[in-house]
């Protein structure tokens, strides 16, 4: 760097603001550029299911060229998006809530509890997260079917808390107990001389500060369940209890001409998953705990 | 309210390691005892092992007329302060003080009316819907006070709950605690590894050291009959003066040698150390501490044998005295407890004895602040030798006789 105010600065083509203004200006252009990259696909479908089916057909790749929000509403009725997504939140939210309250629990007796054969039960939860769903699915289709679950919501939320493809408990468990481990034990103990049981103290003290890490989790295994797939192509068969990722499928496949309706169908299965993301993207910042300590 | 009674209290950590070692104490009720002792002296451990939070290995835990050694921390009915606080920081003020009252299924105006009071007293009535995190040091002190206040316990434990506080406001809530406490009436049990803080707030005060009591006594009582080395070390600032001496005896008059210089001991220090005698020709530790030394120039009747000679290398004027570092031809006595103190004072045992090799020894003394010394001047300091300490070299322990 030229030190500031030397004699031969003037004469120089760029000083060293010009110089970092253009660094900054050329790093903006390659960012705004991966953004529309990233961007216009997810923009095409909202814009497409918002459209005309009729001049789809004559401009597909316009943006936002008219607005017709009965669009949504056929794809709703007509598509059967409405009861996909019913179906849907009858999944995600049993899980999310699954996952959430069975690994807080076990996520803080692995974290703060001393017993016995603790690591081992760590260990042994971590196992699920390593085990590749396709080396499970078939025998738990037999399973399913002797429990009889299958073709039930249970047939796809029990396994997704188990975290049979992925997530659900496992992770959970990883989360929650390094979550747990971080918060200060003085807080604890402080809340055992105030009168509070073992409960108490999680419930009341440890819990409550877990709640970015909770965010975190439910947020995971929101996307996750709303999203999957595989399970519930293999064990939810009929109609009844299509979710929208299948019904999506199901429905692209059937009829290709419609593209109004399918797009249309696709913002009705994002939409949540942006207001659930900027929901709790606040939460996700760990500033809960300031102040519990001198800090 | 209840006395809290530790009956040969131990605690063994997994590999061994002894934090308490037999700790035999009886704190009275209502009654503010200190623990104090240099870091890792398992005052906090015994503390710990009083609110339950540390299980005692043996002996017996009593407060009240009740051994509470397995009982758990919630059915023990005592409130602690923690160094850090350790508030709630997801509750306001008023959750955090109403806490342990709600778990406890108080009536809620009851609870109400505790936590107002409460905040009244610590001035904290405009803070009570803020979170810990909007709170300054001193506040959220305060708040961890209350929580403790509102329990209404049988006994408050503190744990070193100022020392994340900056030098002005320790001094501020020091007397506050003390204030509190002496209002309440609730027996207390404090922690501290600072001296001054046991000294100013204690009604008694025991000195830990290595996971034994050494002394438990009031400060003044600590001040004046230290019963060993560490104690008289220990308390005090700036801490006691120590060198190597030979006690001699010529004609039933006695006196001692620092270096080549003699102090001569009057017949009333002999009367209330009797043992002294038998150390004759012996050598013994000697211990002055700084407070008790005098520019001659301001005590100019003071007979010559009770004189001390040295250069002045460093002279500190605080205002309200004066502070005088001179090195004495006397060498530092070298004991454990000796070894002990200088760790605490941040240096460690080889470097003591180092010096100790090279006969020479520093000493402070802290003069009237009229004292006109110069840096580098030849002085002239007088000692009150009515109250020089005499230790043991071989046990370190303070000799006195009469049974003590």
Redesign the interface.
Known sequence: MASVGAPAEHTRMFSPLHRRMAATGSRYAILVLFGVITLYPFILVVSTGLRDPVSINVNPFALFENIRLATISDAWTLGGFGGYFKNTLLITVPTVAGTIVLSTMAGYALARIQFPGRNLIFFTFMLGLMIPFTSIMIPLFYELIDLGLFGSVWAVILPGIAGSAGFGVPLGIFLMRAFFQDLPNELAEAARVDGATEFQVFRKVMLPLAAPGIAVLGVLVFFQSWNQFLMPLLYLPGEENRPLSTGLYIFASGRVQDFELIAAGSVIMILPVIVIFLIFQRTFVKGVTAGALKG | MAEIKLEKVTKRFAGDTVAVNELDLDIKDGEFMVFVGPSGCGKTTALRMI???ESVSEGDVKIGDRVVNDV?????D???V?????????MTVYDNMA??LK??KTDKSEIDRRVKEAAKVLGMQEFLSR?????S?GQ?QRVAMG?AIV?EPQAF?MDEPLS?LDAKLRVQMRSEIGRIQHDLEVTTVYVTHDQVEAMTMGDRVAVIKKGELQQVGSPTELFQKPLNLFVAGFIGSPSMNFASATLEESGGEYSFKLGDQTLKLEDKVLSERPDLKNYAGKDIIVGIRPQDFEDAELASDAPEDTRLKAKADLVEAIGTETLIHFVMDAPIAITDDMKELAQDAGTDAKTLEERAKEGKNEFVATVDPRSNIKEGSQVELVVDTTRVHFFDPENSKGIHGNGR
Do not use: E, V
């Open positions: 609110a339950g939070l758990p921390p919630k059915d023990r005592i409130a602690m923690f160094q850090n606080y350790a508030l709630y920081p997801h806490f342990g778990l406890a979170k810990p995190r909007a709170l040091g959220r929580r329990r434990l994340n």
